[in-house]
């Protein structure tokens, strides 16, 4: 069966385009966003790329030539100050989060912040702050809790078909030793954990609907970046177990494994979802695919569409906190040696 992005059951609605699309600006030209997220926002319902800022006035202007983008800055804070942007992108290093979301959000701009929205629990809550005192919304980007595939997984382990959900198993690695990435780097937020070991947190928590009571975690830390390169974590829900790895220094590979009481459920490209084909999960070994689709236009479109229509973000800020209290507790136990609870 095929599922496409506006499938209701698969929980994706897209709706009919507004006659305004929601004019947004990005901070920085990092690469998640000029070769995903602004290319797939610029084919969008809802959205239009306006500005792109650099501290480069040089590298704005030609990442705006090579995107079409119509407006460059030579600093993120001119962006801020240009009126016409409603909403901001920030796809900053993850040290810069906090910092230049609280300030977009300060200057009356709507946020979507990549992930892990910040490097601790204590600077996620000041974004709360910041969103209930100005009144603008606020949100992180896992552009996967709203991709067909994971809407429609949830919809099957709610329904009962392979039963109580009681256990996940999920996997995500690629191999990257370049001394001069931020995610070797571990002042600014690097490391296995917070780059890609957040989406294990995130999903287990989406599939349990639960938050976990408890958590062991282990790293392997690289010994010249001193980095996380490889955490392996244990989380303790009430209704069942998560057990995941993450790695910056193995082969790539992503999976994630969902086991019921009565059947199972296998999500073959859990993460890096593809743009070009369809996507597949496996019920008991039987193929459901989800039509084409492209993650980051879905998230966009849907936070666009919160902007318009006055309405949640799909993802509430709140989510952001609960993911990252998971986080710090599993460097916790890491340290300790012990279950930690977030």
Same mark, same amino acid.
């Given at each position: 069966?095929?599922?496409?992005?506006?499938?209701?059951?698969?929980?994706?609605?897209?709706?009919?385009?507004?006659?305004?699309?929601?004019?947004?600006?990005?901070?920085?030209?990092?690469?998640? @966003?000029?070769?995903?997220?602004? #290319?797939?926002? *610029?084919?969008?319902? +809802? $959205?239009?790329?306006? &500005?792109? =800022?650099?501290?480069?006035?040089?590298?704005?202007?030609?990442?705006?030539?090579?995107?079409?983008?119509?407006?460059?800055?030579?600093?993120?804070?001119?962006?801020?100050?240009?009126?016409?942007?409603? @909403?901001?992108?920030?796809?900053? #290093?993850?040290? *810069?989060?906090?910092? +230049? $979301?609280?300030?977009? &959000?300060? =200057?009356?701009?709507?946020?979507?912040?990549?992930?892990?929205?910040?490097?601790?629990?204590?600077?996620?809550?000041?974004?709360?702050?910041?969103?209930?005192?100005?009144?603008?919304?606020?949100?992180? @980007?896992?552009?996967?809790?709203?991709?067909?595939?994971?809407?429609?997984?949830?919809?099957?382990?709610?329904?009962?078909?392979?039963?109580?959900?009681?256990?996940?198993?999920?996997?995500?690695?690629?191999?990257?030793?370049?001394?001069?990435?931020?995610?070797?780097?571990?002042?600014?937020?690097?490391?296995?954990?917070?780059?890609?070991?957040?989406?294990?947190?995130?999903?287990?928590?989406?599939?349990?609907?639960?938050?976990?009571?408890?958590?062991?975690?282990?790293?392997?830390?690289?010994?010249?970046?001193?980095?996380?390169?490889?955490?392996?974590?244990?989380?303790?829900?009430?209704?069942?177990?998560?057990?995941?790895?993450?790695?910056?220094?193995?082969?790539?590979?992503?999976?994630?494994?969902?086991?019921?009481?009565?059947?199972?459920?296998?999500?073959?490209?859990?993460?890096?979802?593809?743009n070009d084909r369809p996507c597949r999960i496996f019920v008991d070994g039987e193929l459901r695919d989800f039509a084409r689709c492209d993650q980051y236009r879905i998230q966009g479109d849907?936070?666009?569409?919160?902007?318009?229509?006055?309405?949640?973000?799909?993802?509430?800020?709140?989510?952001?906190?609960?993911?990252?209290?998971?986080?710090?507790?599993?460097?916790?136990?890491?340290?300790?040696?012990?279950?930690?609870?977030?």
């Open positions: 069966m095929s599922w496409g992005i506006h499938n209701s059951k698969a929980g994706c609605c897209i709706l009919s385009a507004v006659s305004t699309k929601v004019r947004w600006g990005v901070l920085g030209v990092a690469r998640i @966003a000029t070769n995903k997220v602004i #290319p797939a926002m *610029l084919d969008s319902d +809802w $959205s239009e790329i306006t &500005a792109i =800022a650099s501290r480069s006035l040089h590298k704005a202007k030609e990442t705006a030539a090579s995107l079409g983008i119509p407006k460059a800055y030579g600093s993120y804070e001119a962006l801020l100050q240009d009126p016409e942007i409603e @909403a901001i992108y920030n796809p900053l #290093p993850n040290h *810069l989060h906090v910092s +230049w $979301s609280i300030r977009a &959000a300060e =200057a009356g701009k709507h946020v979507l912040c990549e992930k892990p929205i910040s490097l601790s629990v204590a600077d996620a809550k000041r974004l709360l702050e910041v969103r209930d005192r100005t009144g603008v919304k606020i949100q992180e @980007a896992f552009m996967v809790r709203t991709h067909p595939q994971w809407l429609g997984a949830l919809e099957i382990a709610r329904s009962g078909k392979i039963g109580p959900v009681r256990s996940i198993l999920g996997y995500f690695s690629y191999f990257n030793e370049d001394p001069e990435n931020i995610r070797n780097m571990p002042d600014i937020g690097g490391g296995a954990l917070m780059d890609i070991g957040c989406y294990l947190i995130n999903t287990s928590r989406l599939i349990f609907g639960e938050e976990p009571r408890r958590v062991m975690g282990l790293v392997d830390k690289d010994p010249n970046f001193g980095t996380d390169r490889t955490t392996s974590m244990i989380l303790d829900y009430p209704s069942g177990h998560c057990v995941g790895t993450c790695s910056t220094q193995m082969a790539a590979y992503q999976r994630i494994h969902i086991f019921g009481t009565r059947g199972r459920l296998e999500i073959e490209i859990p993460f890096n979802a593809p849907l936070f666009s569409q919160a902007i318009r229509h006055n309405t949640a973000v799909p993802v509430p800020l709140e989510d952001a906190i609960h993911n990252m209290r998971a986080i710090e507790a599993v460097f916790r136990s890491a340290k300790t040696g012990a279950w930690e609870a977030p």
